[in-house]
């Protein structure tokens, strides 16, 4: 049992009562009364360990209005207490290393997911990134076959105007012939001979 104490500082916040442990003899506060007995809630270095503390409140302690809300206890009168346990029980031990455990398993496991997302959003951009280059290159190569066909569609209709101007030039060319000859000639058969 350690020595009775008053720095208020240390004195753990989140307690319960809890039962005298056998062969320990009850102790009376600096009020001359007899102490509590209280046990550590608060996960911390303390968790599990029973202590004495002063059973007389500053004020009227506050009534609970239900089993699951309880208000907080006001400060004892004369701040004594002493600790009555100089090491955690082997629950409380057990109960800080599994929550211990549980929360590096739980950080991995935390870490794991994130770094599966993150490979995932990579894979994802990578992805994207490889879709984006093939659709440039379908599109370049559609409008490189898009120029080829126009081009050869401009050369064919290029060379069907050519044939037409040479086939209108070609029947110009056989009307005027045809025009010169009428003028020329001497209309023989043109019209009755008693008429000449």
Request: aromatic content about 10%.
């Amino acid at each position: 049992m350690s020595l009775p104490c008053s720095d208020q500082s240390i004195r753990p916040r989140k307690m319960q009562s809890a039962s005298l442990p056998r062969g320990v003899e009850a102790v009376r506060c600096w009020c001359g009364d007899v102490c509590k007995v209280k046990e550590v809630t608060d996960f911390s270095d303390w968790l599990g360990m029973k202590f004495f503390m002063c059973a007389n409140y500053e004020s009227d302690p506050p009534e609970s209005i239900s089993a699951y809300v309880r208000p907080p206890s006001h400060p004892p009168l004369c701040m004594y207490y002493r600790w009555i346990d100089t090491e955690m029980p082997d629950w409380a031990v057990t109960e800080i290393r599994e929550r211990g455990r549980r929360a590096w398993a739980s950080l991995d496991l935390e870490e794991r997911r994130e770094k599966a997302e993150a490979e995932e959003k990579a894979e994802q951009k990578k992805e994207w990134e490889d879709y984006c280059v093939e659709q440039r290159a379908f599109l370049d190569e559609m409008k490189r076959k898009n120029q080829e066909e126009k081009l050869r569609l401009e050369e064919v209709y290029r060379q069907r105007e050519q044939a037409r101007e040479a086939e209108r030039e070609r029947k110009r060319e056989r009307a005027r012939a045809a025009k010169a000859a009428e003028e020329a000639g001497d209309g023989k058969g043109k019209y009755p001979r008693w008429t000449q």
